[in-house]
T-cell receptor, first 110, second 112 residues
Framework: KAGVTQTPRYLIKTRGQQVTLSCSPISGHRSVSWYQQTPGQGLQFLFEYFSETQRNKGNFPGRFSGRQFSNSRSEMNVSTLELGDSALYLC?????????FGPGTRLTVL | GQNIDQPTEMTATEGAIVQINCTYQTSGFNGLFWYQQHAGEAPTFLSYNVLDGLEEKGRFSSFLSRSKGYSYLLLKELQMKDSASYLCAVRGLRDSSYKLIFGSGTRLLVRP
C-alpha cells in the first residue's frame, strides 16, 4: 500500500497570506490527523477528522482550520500567516490503534 | 495537566544497548507509542503498548508500567543508522477520539 502523501512538500509564504495543505491517507484509512512540529514546541496536535467530521481539536487559534472529503483526503488551512507558523506540518492516518505519518509540508513564513 | 518527560539527548556506542525512558502524566490513558524520527524526515512508528509489560520487535523492545506512568524503549545491537530522535507519545483520552500527546523527543547519537 502507498503511504500517507502530502502536498506540497515545501512552501514559502509571507505574513498575512493564507495557505492550504493537502493530505491523502493510506488507502482504507478513514481517520486523518494533523500535527505541527517546531523546534521549540515539538509535535503538537492540531485536529483529527473521521468520516468528514472533526472529532478533536488541539489548542490552536481559529486561523487554523481543516476539512475532510468523502474520499478521506484532508486539507488544512492557515489564514493570516504569522512568522511563528513556520513549521513542519505533518498529516497522519491510522488503523484502529496505530498512526502513520506522511512526509510533511515544511512551511516557511517570511 | 498533561506532561510527558524524556531525556533530551543520549549517546551510545555502536553494538551496545541503550534504554530511553519516558514518564507521563495525562488525563486518561489509552496507549503509549514510540516513534523514530531522522532529521528532516517524518516520524516512523516503532511500537505500541496499552497493557503493562514488555513488547519485543527485533532489536527494539518497549516496556510499559501504567501504575508508574512509565515506559522505556530498549534498543539492542545499536547501529549507526539508529542515530535519530525517539518520540514518546501517549493517547490520553478515553473516548473514541484519537489524539497523541508527544514528548519533546530524545536525540540519540550512536558513535563508532
Amino acid at each position: 500500500k502507498a503511504g500517507v502523501t502530502q502536498t506540497p512538500r515545501y512552501l514559502i509564504k509571507t505574513r498575512g497570506q493564507q495557505v492550504t495543505l493537502s493530505c491523502s491517507p493510506i488507502s482504507g484509512h478513514r481517520s486523518v490527523s494533523w500535527y505541527q512540529q517546531t523546534p521549540g514546541q515539538g509535535l503538537q496536535f492540531l485536529f483529527e477528522y473521521f468520516s468528514e467530521t472533526q472529532r478533536n481539536k488541539g489548542n490552536f487559534p481559529g486561523r487554523f482550520s481543516g476539512r475532510q472529503f468523502s474520499n478521506s483526503r484532508s486539507e488544512m488551512n492557515v489564514s493570516t500567516l504569522e512568522l511563528g507558523d513556520s513549521a513542519l506540518y505533518l498529516c497522519a492516518s491510522r488503523t484502529r490503534d496505530t498512526q502513520y505519518f506522511g512526509p510533511g509540508t515544511r512551511l516557511t513564513v517570511l | 495537566g498533561q506532561n510527558i518527560d524524556q531525556p533530551t539527548e543520549m549517546t551510545a556506542t555502536e553494538g551496545a544497548i541503550v534504554q530511553i525512558n519516558c514518564t507521563y502524566q495525562t488525563s486518561g490513558f489509552n496507549g503509549l507509542f514510540w516513534y523514530q524520527q531522522h532529521a528532516g524526515e517524518a516520524p516512523t512508528f516503532l511500537s505500541y503498548n496499552v497493557l503493562d509489560g514488555l513488547e519485543e520487535k527485533g532489536r527494539f523492545s518497549s516496556f510499559l508500567s501504567r501504575s508508574k506512568g512509565y515506559s522505556y524503549l530498549l534498543l539492542k545491537e545499536l547501529q549507526m543508522k539508529d542515530s535519530a530522535s525517539y518520540l514518546c507519545a501517549v493517547r490520553g483520552l478515553r473516548d473514541s477520539s484519537y489524539k497523541l500527546i508527544f514528548g519533546s523527543g530524545t536525540r540519540l547519537l550512536v558513535r563508532p
